[in-house]
Structure formats: structure tokens, C-alpha cells
């Protein structure tokens, strides 16, 4: 049961390489000691009063509930809070409300209350901050006179590489280097948009227009993360092809079809980050009330990646898109001689999964937690 839970979020045993000053080279709380005069907060609620439209993008991303969605709060339950979970869902060190004294990672280590932990900045996840203070200057991709901001402005052009998603989205364990347990960065190194030149924040960080800062307006990288894996995000990245042989059988005879699921937008593996997450590619018939057919219980294909039980963690199988790719996969059944003729249908759909239904049955999970209802093609077939 332990390994299971383990899988649903791992603690990150190795850091990638940081961009610029922006991140530590290891894993460890980003030491924001206070707000850059004369902010009194390092809360995003500081940050809403001038930029609202990126607070509000933020605030329905993932990053706004990293810390707060269900998936995590049950995995670090189960598994006793080990501390380097909280390094990239927990960021800054005002968030945690106590630190570690020694080394441990995946055991229970020596804590110690922290003075400094924030209850407000510990629900905001990876909040404002994590990203644009450092130290005693809020850094962001330009740069600002002084007179034009009431804070002191840095221009960090790491801060737009794919390196700056690294530290969070790239993560290898010792052993298993070529295949890191956390590999979107890599996968998007080896894919034709890193060729194309097309980065992390052209996909997740679309280009929109309004009110940046009080009342100027301009072009800015909106910070919604394609909205939370919204279904209507999922499915910009996942393409559904269905082909039926015949739209007409006899009764006794096989509806047969062939669904193709293409990765046509997203310049890494779908699906992609921890090895829990899975894309289930679902098969069903209806019969002419709209109910279950006989024989046409759901049957599922699953895309995912398995990785060992024990440390490294290294990758056993890998059954996902990746960018580009396709799988085909065929699908039978077979109208029983006694069903009622009449137009039955072929219900095909996608489902993404944050953890397996039966994983989140073992931590008390409800599917709704868990699961996001891609797309779904309904085809009518006549049975004489």
C-alpha cells in the first residue's frame, strides 16, 4: 500500500540544473525572507490590487491549488509529509509550518516549528512569489524605470526559458538518470517543437492582452497553465480518430471498430509528469433506450508509463503519446440474436486520470477528485 501511495507523488530526490540565480542547484525552500519595500505581503493577495488579470489567471491554475488539491492533501497524509514533497508544492519557506533538522527524505526526520510559516501563503501553493521575488527585487521578463513601478523591478530572462519549469517538472533519480521519474522537460528536449524553437511558456503561457499592471494595458504571458488540466485544454493536446467497417450488422454479427488517439498538441508525452497520471481511451454501447447493451460494458485502454517499486524508480514500461505520436487500438461487439433491432450506439471516449480510479479507491478518493472527461464521439449503428 505504501509504494502505491508513493506513487501518487513522489518526493523529488535530485534537482535539475537552475536557471540564472532564480532557483538553488538542490532541492530546498526558497528563502524569501520578506516582500521587497515597500510591499507588505508576500502574498498573491498583494499582488491582485495591481494585476488582477494575472492574479485571476493564476488563481484557476494548477499552481494556485498545488498545495491544495485533493490528489496531493491524501498522498502526503498517507505518507507522513515527507519533507521534499513540499520543495515545488510548498516553495517558499513562509509556507511550511515546520522544517526538517536532518536529511530525511521519504522517512519521518527531526522538525522544528518555523517561526516564519505564513497559513495564507501555505493555501496559495506556488504562489506569486515562487517565482518572481528574490530577495529584496520582484523579477519578471522587463525591464521598468523606477518611476514606473512602486517596487524595484529586475529583468530575469531565465525566467522565460524552459529551464526555469525544470526545477519543478525535471527531476532524476540517482539510477535512473536517462529516464527520470519526472521527464517533461526532457521529453520536450527530444521532441520537433524544441526544434521549431517552440518553448514550455509558447504552450502554457499564451500570449493575451489587457490590463498588466493598474490601468496600463499590454501584451503579456497569462499565467492560467492552460486553466488546470480543463478538459478543453486536455483536448487541444488529443486527437480522437474513430473508424467503424460497416454502420449496419445483423444481429449475431461484430460492430468493429478502430480508434486512433494522436497527440497533436503537446510538445511532450500525453500523459505527461508524475508516473500516476493515465489517459484512458474508453469503449461502450448503447442500446435504442439509451441503456447499456448486453455485451457493451465499458471496456478501457490505458496510456502510461510504470516505473519499479523500489528506488530508482526506473521505468519499466512506457505505453503514452509522445509528441507526435499515435496508438491504435481495435474494438469489437458482437449484437446478440435476441436484442431488439433498432439504432444502437457507439459510445467512444478519452479520460484523464490524475491517479488510476483503483489507486484513489485505496486513499479514499472519489473519481471526481481524480478524473477529467476529455472528449467523446457518439456513432449510431443500425442492428437488423
Known amino acids: 500500500m505504501r509504494m502505491a501511495l508513493l506513487l501518487l507523488v513522489l518526493p523529488l530526490l535530485a534537482a535539475p540544473a537552475a536557471a540564472g540565480d532564480l532557483w538553488p542547484d538542490v532541492l530546498g525552500p526558497l528563502g524569501t525572507a520578506g516582500p521587497p519595500a515597500p510591499l507588505p505581503s508576500l502574498s498573491a493577495q498583494t499582488c491582485n490590487a495591481c494585476h488582477a488579470a494575472i492574479h485571476d489567471q493564476w488563481k484557476g491554475s494548477g499552481h494556485a491549488t ?119 522537460v526532457g521529453e520536450w528536449s527530444r521532441s520537433h517543437f524544441k526544434e521549431a524553437g517552440i518553448s514550455c511558456r509558447d504552450c502554457h503561457m499564451t500570449r493575451v492582452s489587457g ?45 468493429r471498430a478502430t480508434a486512433t488517439l494522436l497527440n497533436t498538441g503537446a510538445g511532450h508525452a500525453v500523459p505527461t509528469g508524475d508516473p500516476s497520471h493515465a489517459v484512458e481511451l474508453r469503449f461502450q454501447v448503447l442500446d435504442p433506450g439509451g441503456l447499456v447493451a448486453d455485451g457493451g460494458q465499458d471496456t478501457s485502454f490505458w496510456l502510461e508509463r510504470v516505473v519499479g517499486l523500489e528506488a530508482p524508480f526506473a521505468e519499466v514500461s512506457d505505453a503514452r503519446l509522445p509528441a507526435a505520436g499515435s496508438a491504435v487500438f481495435d474494438y469489437a461487439w458482437t449484437a446478440p440474436k435476441k436484442v431488439q433491432p433498432g439504432i444502437y450506439t457507439l459510445v467512444v471516449s478519452t479520460h484523464w486520470w490524475a491517479v488510476r480510479p483503483e489507486r484513489a479507491d485505496a486513499v479514499g478518493l472519489v473519481e471526481d477528485d481524480v478524473r477529467v472527461d476529455v472528449n467523446q464521439q457518439r456513432i449510431q449503428i443500425r442492428v437488423d
Open 66 to 184: 498545488a498545495s491544495t488539491n485533493p490528489v496531493y492533501v491524501e498522498a502526503v497524509r498517507a505518507l507522513g509529509a515527507p519533507p521534499l514533497c513540499q520543495e515545488c508544492h510548498l516553495p517558499l519557506t513562509a509556507q511550511r509550518a515546520d522544517l526538517p533538522k536532518g536529511p530525511g527524505a521519504l522517512g519521518k526526520s527531526a522538525r522544528q516549528p518555523n517561526p516564519a510559516w505564513s497559513p495564507t501563503l501555505a493555501s496559495e501553493g506556488v504562489t506569486c512569489a515562487a517565482c518572481h521575488v528574490r530577495g529584496d527585487v520582484i523579477v519578471g521578463p522587463r525591464d521598468l524605470a523606477p518611476e514606473r513601478a512602486p517596487h524595484p523591478v529586475r529583468r530575469e530572462p531565465a525566467l522565460q526559458t524552459a529551464e526555469a519549469c525544470a526545477f519543478c517538472h525535471q527531476a532524476a533519480l540517482p539510477g535512473a538518470e536517462d529516464r527520470p521519474f519526472l521527464d517533461t
Open 211 to 255: 490590463s498588466i499592471a493598474g490601468s496600463r494595458y499590454a501584451s503579456f504571458a497569462s499565467h492560467g497553465m492552460l486553466d488546470g488540466r480543463s478538459p478543453s485544454a486536455i483536448a487541444r493536446a488529443i486527437t480522437l480518430e474513430v473508424t467503424v467497417r460497416s454502420p449496419n450488422v445483423q444481429r449475431g454479427d461484430a460492430v
